[in-house]
Nanobody, 120 residues
Framework: VQLQAFGGGLVQTGGSLRLSCAAS????????MGWYRQAPGKQRGLIAR???????NYADSVKGRFTISRDNAKNTVDLQMNSLKPEDTAAYYC???????????????WGQGTQVTVSS
């Protein structure tokens, strides 16, 4: 399973960005799709996830500002980020928990990071 993420960039405080990630390859089903982020000197942490049934979870730090969505037909997951703050600056990584075959053990797959920089 390969993940390709794009949409990062430089934005001013209060601005918006939209990240997108597409999964491809040997995919039987995708259980969870989501986004993590990692700032310099900090651990990677989950910021948003969405299940195949559409249940969404957010980190407290982004609730009300970020919205995650997915297209099950296209195997894509998006992250709309509004009201961005300098503390949102980080490398953002998409991930999926996926089965590659019927009854296979689900695994996590990661995309390359895409940098988001919010200037003050």
């Amino acid at each position: 399973v390969q993940l390709q993420a794009f949409g990062g960039g430089l934005v001013q405080t209060g601005g918006s960005l939209r990240l997108s990630c597409a999964a491809s390859g040997s995919i039987f089903s995708i259980n969870v799709m989501g986004w993590y982020r990692q700032a310099p000197g900090k651990q990677r942490g989950l910021i948003a996830r969405i299940t195949s049934g559409g249940i969404k979870n957010y980190a407290d730090s982004v609730k009300g500002r970020f919205t995650i969505s997915r297209d099950n037909a296209k195997n894509t997951v998006d992250l709309q980020m509004n009201s961005l703050k300098p503390e949102d600056t980080a490398a953002y990584y998409c991930y999926v928990n996926s089965n590659t075959a019927y009854l296979s053990i689900p695994r996590d797959y990661w995309g390359q990071g895409t940098q988001v920089t919010v200037s003050s």
